[in-house]
């Protein structure tokens, strides 16, 4: 399995207060990425980096903010939690742009209350 | 816009046989990649597939393959001999070769292995 540890695995907070989710990797991966699963939504792309301090936003980036000062993690950052950011993130890493073999890291399941 | 559609929310099966799971896309790129992902109870995302679009030779992995039809913008999963241990919520996904990170899942379809 690919090293793709994120923290915490469970989170529980306060509408309105910032929260970081940390992705940390060892695979020297170039490619990492932010999703967050909802039902009947899938898996929706947050942001993502190519690069350390390159990163861009994806589908549904409102209301978040990431940053990659290492090669190894990849902070996602809810600067003010809403209840509608309760949800299953996912982070993922890959090698190579294009070919898009993603590796997951097993989840964060955030509660905004 | 890119989209991933899977029309199947719940699908059950009878151990030991073949279900087929259903996704269409739309894309007006030429070049790209198709996905089925698999996430089991433990939440962990599994890639099962993956499919080249330039290549009309259809993926095969043990008991998973596909069958991709490119001008009907499909690409269904078929399981064989279904295990108990298959039963997980499956992601069909997308990616044009143009766009880096931006990989579109569908909704997603949750199948029962029924023993």
């Known amino acids: 399995d690919a090293g793709i540890t994120q923290s915490p695995r469970h989170k529980v907070t306060e509408t309105g207060t910032p929260v970081t989710l940390r992705c940390h990797q060892t695979e020297n991966h170039r490619y990492m990425y932010w999703y967050r699963q909802d039902p009947g939504h899938g898996l929706r792309l947050i942001h993502y980096s190519y690069g350390v301090k390159d990163t861009d936003k994806g589908e549904v980036s409102d209301g978040y903010s990431v940053s990659r000062s290492k090669t190894e993690d990849f902070l996602l950052t809810l600067e003010s939690a809403t209840s509608s950011q309760t949800s299953v993130y996912f982070c993922?890493?890959?090698?190579?742009?294009?070919?898009?073999?993603?590796?997951f890291g097993s989840g964060t399941q955030l509660s905004v209350l | 816009a890119q989209t991933v559609t899977q029309s199947q929310p719940e699908m059950s099966v009878q151990e030991a046989e073949t279900v087929t799971l259903s996704c269409t896309y739309d894309t007006s790129e030429n070049n790209y990649y198709l996905f089925w992902y698999k996430q089991p109870p433990s939440r962990q995302m599994i890639l099962v597939i993956r499919q080249e679009a330039y290549k009309q030779q259809n993926a095969t992995e043990n008991r998973f393959s596909v069958n991709f039809q490119k001008a009907a913008k499909s690409f269904s999963l078929k399981i064989s001999d279904s295990q108990l241990g298959d039963t997980a919520m499956y992601f069909c996904a997308f990616i044009a070769s143009s766009n880096t990170g931006k990989l579109i899942f569908g909704q997603g379809t949750t199948l029962q292995v029924k023993p």
């Open positions: 993922a890493i890959s090698e190579s742009r294009g070919k898009e073999k993603l590796f």
